[in-house]
Structures are given as structure tokens and as C-alpha cells.
């Protein structure tokens, strides 16, 4: 079952973040799933359907490399690394033309082989560094 967990989660980043395909969230996810760091009530898929367009219009080179992935029953666990290049809007940044590297780390509660529950956490703050946007990191103490 662990097995056939992690390749749920890993065709879900490879058919829908890398590749684009919005049909293959409507396949991989549950229509009642959950994002956990969404308002209750949010409707899942539509949800991620947005932020993958989002993504992609922001980075339209947009990749996803998995670096490890962990198992327990239903759960899954990975942590990743999304590149890409900065060509597109992204909440009311223009293209800064920039290539990001941010880390990510997912978990997702698998239901009868579709993705139900989402936790993850990016470094957001470190994309918008990267793309000229956030704060100046303080220098290192001596």
C-alpha cells in the first residue's frame, strides 16, 4: 500500500505541476479532499486547479524534483525542490526574468488511491528574496 501511495503523490506532482495536466486533479484527488492550510470549505479541487495555473503562468517552466518520499498507512511524505524561471505575474510582481529554487515539503493523506488531505510548507519568503521582492537577509553575525 506504501507503494502505491507514494506513486499517487508522485504522478499527481508530475501530471499536474510539471506537466500542466489540470484534468489529472479531477483523477488523483478526491472532490471532497482537503487543504489544510486553506479556509475551511474551500473547494479542493477548483483550489488546486488555480494554484497550479497560477504556478504555471508565473513559471512556465515549472518543475518539481522529488528528493525523498516516506510512507506510514495512508500518508505520504516528500520533500521537493520547485525551479523554474519568473516570466509571468505573480501576486502583482511582474516577470523579474529571475530563476528560483524553493523548498517544499508535502504530506498527503491517500483514500481509495486519490489524494484526500494536504499539509505543505514552501519558503515563500526565500522565492520572494530570490525574485527581488522580499527583505534583504541580515548579514551573518560574526
Do not use: C, K, Y
Not at 35 to 63: I, K, S, W, Y
Not at 92 to 100: E, I, K, W, Y
Not at 113 to 131: K, S
Amino acid at each position: 500500500m506504501n507503494e502505491r501511495n507514494q506513486q499517487v503523490a508522485l504522478d499527481f506532482l508530475e501530471r499536474v505541476f510539471n506537466q500542466g495536466d489540470l484534468d489529472a486533479i479531477s483523477q488523483l484527488t478526491a472532490a471532497d479532499g482537503v487543504d489544510h492550510q486553506e479556509p475551511p470549505g474551500t473547494d479542493f479541487q477548483a483550489h488546486l486547479r488555480e494554484v497550479t495555473t497560477r504556478l504555471r503562468t508565473a513559471f512556465p517552466d515549472l518543475r518539481f524534483t522529488v528528493h525523498t518520499i516516506l510512507s506510514d498507512g495512508d500518508t505520504v511524505a516528500f520533500r521537493s525542490t520547485m525551479t523554474g524561471t519568473h516570466l509571468g505575474p505573480l501576486q502583482g510582481l511582474p516577470p523579474t526574468g529571475r530563476a528560483v529554487s524553493v523548498a517544499h515539503m508535502h504530506f498527503i493523506r491517500v483514500v481509495e488511491g486519490r489524494g484526500h488531505d494536504l499539509w505543505h510548507v514552501w519558503d515563500i519568503p526565500g522565492m520572494m528574496r530570490q525574485l527581488g521582492a522580499g527583505a534583504p537577509s541580515a548579514p551573518a553575525s560574526r
